[in-house]
């Protein structure tokens, strides 16, 4: 693929936060600064000579969003999230219980950045000169990446492991909804199988991707 995904695992969650862009030197989108990764994105900028033009959440959990607010604040750069996910942003640990929070968060607080942009199911917007379009279940999208003819997906939290390609029907204890998070990734592996779509896994070590293809009854991730 001709266009640039660089990424790297932010903080000790290592959820991959990405920097897409047509090519270095241009314009680039950065995708779920997680906790701590100002200094991976900013060595990352440096590296392919990239200048943000804004910040895509796949959704609000706070291994996905915790530098939104300061990566937002320093870059002049708008965040753009789903509305059903947005009071995330000021409170990323709503809904998890006080041990949970404390675990996670400590004493930390959040805030929304200056320019809260929403995103719907559908939606392309056009940024850094990327066609993105935006596939939304509960709360949460997959990013899919098209330039230049080509076309990327960045899962999200659809699935969190490979396995999960042959085994749709294994949860991760992050599923709120397990039924429909097996229903949402056979539909997303039969969409994705055999088509020239470059798969890109939030979760997946090393930040692999590949090509989903049929594998009997089943699918498998072609790297």
Sequence with gaps: M???????????FAANCYLVAPAPGEECVIIDPGQDAERGIEELLGRYRLKPSAVLLTH???????????????K??????????RELLAD???????????????????AEPDDVRQLHDGDVITVAGLDITIGHTPGHVSVRIRSRGEAALITGDFMH???QIAHPEWASTADSDPA??????ERMFAQLAGAPVLVIGTHFAGATAGRIVRDGATYRLDV
Excluded: E, N
Excluded at 7 to 12: D, L, Q, V
Excluded at 60 to 74: E, I, T
């Design 92 to 110: 990323p640990g709503k809904g998890l219980s006080l041990l949970a929070k404390q675990q996670f968060m400590g004493g930390m607080t959040f």
């Design 161 to 163: 492991h490979p396995c």
């Design 180 to 185: 429909m998070g097996q229903r949402t990734r």
């Design 76 to 85: 002049g750069v708008p965040a753009y999230i789903h509305p059903d996910d």
């Design 2 to 12: 001709t266009v640039l995904v660089t990424g790297f695992p932010a903080g000790a």
């Design 60 to 74: 609000g959990h706070v291994d996905h969003m915790w530098s939104v607010a300061p990566v937002c604040g320093a």
